[in-house]
């Protein structure tokens, strides 16, 4: 008897060990550095809230802790469409002024992996520039860095709070330098092809209601023709 | 005594890796893709939108109908006409696979526009684009500009209508929108 719960308490103490193994990886990427920082083409740049209260719209399929805003929005419950989420942003530039219109869905995406940090998540801008046109942009980005350095702390705090200040870039693909792809619709974009990434900064999270101050910032780069126009 | 707890840590550590390599974290619901063979190459496939209950968002600044009530639509003077809709996307047997939506605006100063951005989870997302004037025919002929995951190598058209007339009266549907897009994939190049 003793050797099987010898056995048991070992086995528990090795899934244990594996998962914090797993959860403080220290090969896990931590990318602070935008690979568009050196790029020598013009860029356009925007921000938005992440706080979904100071959202346009937000929805989820209202089993989350965030709640959706307005309150009376449709949920996305049905199963093909439970695993996404979307967000209707309005769009400003670094003083704060209005630029834009952004739609953005976010499905959690297959080709997550845990065992290799990567929380990844598909997601797709649909956006709005008055006086400039419209774009697309396709993104795979990877939520492990906020899971384990805000979401987890705040759920392990006796507060239920985190309060810090983070600050990642998001988007891992699906380009091969790990830059987002961006498709010109209207306008001044229009035919235009190019490239994105998108970093989220947050200062405070509460695992009772979600993100409570954060901000998310997306660069483009610009091709030279598009430039001109602007 | 010890042995037997190496022994289970090591069957600990390797049950948890296989556990976590094995079992997908993240398996999205999938709904058959409801698609027709088009006789000149490339396929066919329709998207329902059922009026009203499929719509998630009207956003047009200086209406009183915004939708969903609460909804604090961004002023006139910055987005102009822009008129922003969300919907539920069904496919042809009225099952919700995806969501998408459309932005329009007759006055752009860049020239108008209407799109589409059609997002279908564990499939891909298109991004559409409409011509304006809608056909002869009364409906618009668009064209699909990108694609991701399932969608990323086809090229190809779309046709947006509008129904209003229903033979079934017990739907308690008061219109829908039907996209119907025919696809075909690119040739890959010849080494």
């Given at each position: 008897m003793k050797y099987l719960v010898s056995l048991v308490i070992g086995m528990l103490f090795g899934a244990t060990l594996f998962a914090a193994g797993m959860f403080y990886n220290p090969f896990a990427e931590r990318q602070t550095?935008?690979?568009?920082?050196?790029?020598?083409d013009e860029h356009l740049d925007f921000n938005y809230t992440a706080v979904p209260g100071e959202t346009i719209l937000y929805t989820d399929n209202?089993?989350?802790?965030i709640s959706t805003h307005p309150d009376r929005v449709a949920e996305l419950w049905e199963p093909a469409i439970v695993d996404t989420r979307i967000a209707v942003n309005l769009l400003t530039d670094s003083r704060g002024k209005a630029m834009g219109l952004g739609i953005k869905f976010s499905t959690d995406s297959e080709q997550t992996r845990l065992i290799s940090s990567q929380a990844l998540v598909d997601s797709v801008w649909h956006i709005y520039l008055p006086g400039r046109g419209t774009l697309q942009v396709h993104q795979v980005e990877n939520f492990w860095s906020y899971l384990r350095e805000v979401v987890v702390p705040a759920r392990w705090s006796s507060g239920d709070s985190w309060k810090g200040s983070f600050f990642r870039i998001m988007t891992q693909g699906?380009?091969?330098?790990g830059t987002g792809r961006v498709t010109g619709g209207t306008g001044?974009?229009?035919?235009m092809s190019a490239e994105a990434v998108e970093s989220l900064t947050a200062q405070a999270y509460s695992a009772?209601?979600?993100?409570v101050s954060m901000h998310g910032s997306m660069t483009i780069t610009l091709p030279a023709r598009v430039s001109e126009d602007d | 005594m010890l042995k037997t707890f190496y022994f289970g840590i090591a069957l600990g550590l390797l049950g948890a890796f296989a556990l976590t390599y094995s079992v997908p974290a993240v398996d999205l619901h999938r709904e058959p893709s409801l698609i027709s063979v088009r006789q000149n190459g490339g396929n066919s496939e329709t998207y329902r939108i059922d009026l009203p209950r499929d719509r998630i968002l009207i956003g047009l600044?200086?209406?009183?109908?915004?939708?969903?009530?609460?909804l604090d639509w961004p002023a006139?003077?910055?987005?102009?006409?822009l008129q922003t809709e969300m919907f539920k996307i069904r496919d042809r047997n009225g099952v919700v696979i995806g969501v998408a939506s459309r932005l329009a605006s007759a006055s752009e100063a860049t020239g108008p526009f209407i799109e589409w951005t059609v997002h279908l989870p564990a499939r891909g997302t298109v991004y559409l684009q409409m011509e304006v004037a809608p056909s002869a025919e009364g409906h618009r002929n668009g064209r699909l500009m990108a694609g991701t995951g399932?969608?990323?190598k086809l090229s190809g058209t779309v046709i947006e209508q509008f129904i209003?007339?229903?033979?079934?009266?017990?739907?308690?549907?008061d219109a829908r929108i039907e996209l119907i897009t025919a696809f075909v994939g690119q040739l890959d190049d010849e080494e």
């Open positions: 550095v935008s690979p568009l920082a050196m790029s020598d209202g089993e989350s802790i699906p380009n091969a330098l001044n974009f229009s035919g009772i209601d979600g993100p | 600044a200086g209406v009183d109908n915004a939708l969903p009530a609460g006139e003077e910055l987005f102009g006409d399932g969608f990323e209003t007339e229903f033979e079934d009266e017990d739907l308690n549907i």
